[in-house]
């Protein structure tokens, strides 16, 4: 099915294709939609790891931002990797304008352990980033770097989504890839209890991006009208049939098969 809306992306960008804006494209792809992106910062990275960091001047990101929404204005928007400070800003003042789902995939350190924020971004990131947009998807480690409470256990990750949304006013899907099981917490905007959504250890390599993937296919299913936790479980299954249907590539956490739906 293609939709007649206009999903963007605001993420990095991975020349190895299984994180950040091309990822995200497919995502949007698979699910019916058109994407647009704009580029927040380069990265020299492979499936072996991220190697450098580059960021994109903030006058290119905003007059793209700005061009894009007066031709393609988007019926959501995904917002992942930002890289610094300025970039930060940008999105910011663009975000504060829309009205539309916009979902946060709180991309601060790549698995090989490269800070994909800097630092002193961080604080910037908590105090205006996130009051500006819809849900937001940390993983374990990013959800306690974010509310300062460890999250290691269910209750642990409960207690701080809980916080995590109170205090920004958020929806909040904490992603437990990390956690034994690996279930996803789902809490919406103003609510005191979430729901636990059921995963399974996938034994596969095929990991590269699972985090962008997962919160660009949630996007997909919010604009298409499902509840979040039905969008959310939409996402989880369509992450797990990606990583199923993976083929090896690279030599390091290679990429899902981000369009299976469409039969590839």
């Known amino acids: 099915m293609n939709h007649p809306e206009t999903l963007l992306s605001i993420a990095g960008y991975d020349p190895s294709s299984g994180a950040g804006i091309t990822a995200d494209l497919a995502v949007f792809a698979a699910h019916g939609y058109f994407g647009t992106s704009a580029i927040s910062a380069l990265t020299v990275q492979a499936t072996t790891g991220v190697r450098s960091v580059h960021a994109v001047e903030p006058a290119v990101l905003t007059d793209t931002l700005r061009t894009l929404h007066e031709d393609l204005p988007p019926a959501g928007v995904k917002i992942g990797m930002l890289g610094s400070s300025a970039a930060v800003e940008v ?3 663009y ?3 829309l009205d539309c789902p916009v979902v946060l995939d709180t991309v601060l350190r790549s698995s090989s352990g490269k800070d994909l924020l800097e630092p002193e971004a961080l604080e910037l990131f908590r105090q205006k980033l996130l009051p500006c947009v819809s849900w937001v998807t940390p993983n374990i480690d990013e959800l306690a770097l974010l509310t300062g409470i460890e999250a290691g256990t269910q209750q642990q990750v409960a207690k701080a989504a809980r916080t995590l949304g109170r205090r920004y006013g958020v929806g909040v899907i904490a992603t437990g890839g990390h956690l034994d099981p690996p279930n996803d917490y789902v809490l919406a905007a103003g609510q005191t209890e979430g729901d636990w959504l059921a995963g399974e250890h996938i034994p596969t390599r095929a990991t590269h991006g699972t985090g962008c993937a997962f919160s660009s296919a949630f996007l997909c299913g919010l604009v298409e009208g499902k509840p979040p ?15 199923l249907r993976a083929t090896k590539r690279g030599n390091g956490k290679g990429p899902l098969n981000l369009l299976w739906p469409l039969g590839c």
């Open 229 to 243: 936790l039905v969008a959310a479980a939409s996402a989880k299954e369509y992450v797990r049939q990606g990583m």
């Open 95 to 97: 975000v504060s304008t």
């Open 91 to 93: 999105v910011v003042s």
